[in-house]
């Protein structure tokens, strides 16, 4: 088992990022390329933004700008709004 899934998690946060990477060894020929895909269905959104949203989020509560509880208003139906709303 991998680390992540040994691990508990106090939130859904903490699993953001970190997405594993697999190697595709039979779609090219042999030593042609190397074939290296990221896994974003790993992610608490699947491809959603939720890592940009997350950072948007921390970075706006550490300049000041939300405070704890406060409100987000995103003029978006898009994978960004979907990520903020997690």
Do not use: C, H, W
């Not at 998690?9 to 779609?27: A, C, F, S, V």
């Not at 987000?72 to 990520?83: D, L, M």
Request: net charge negative; charged share 30%.
């Amino acid at each position: 088992m991998s680390e992540r899934e040994d691990k508990i998690y106090e939130d859904i946060t903490q699993l953001i990022g970190n997405t594993p990477m697999i190697r595709l060894n039979k779609i090219v020929p042999e030593n042609a390329a190397e074939v290296i895909v990221k896994l974003e269905s790993f992610n608490p959104g699947g491809s959603v933004k939720d890592r940009i949203a997350l950072n948007m989020i921390k970075r706006a509560e550490e300049e000041g700008r939300l405070k704890p509880g406060g409100t987000i208003v995103e003029a978006t139906s898009g994978n960004t709004g979907i990520g903020l709303a997690m």
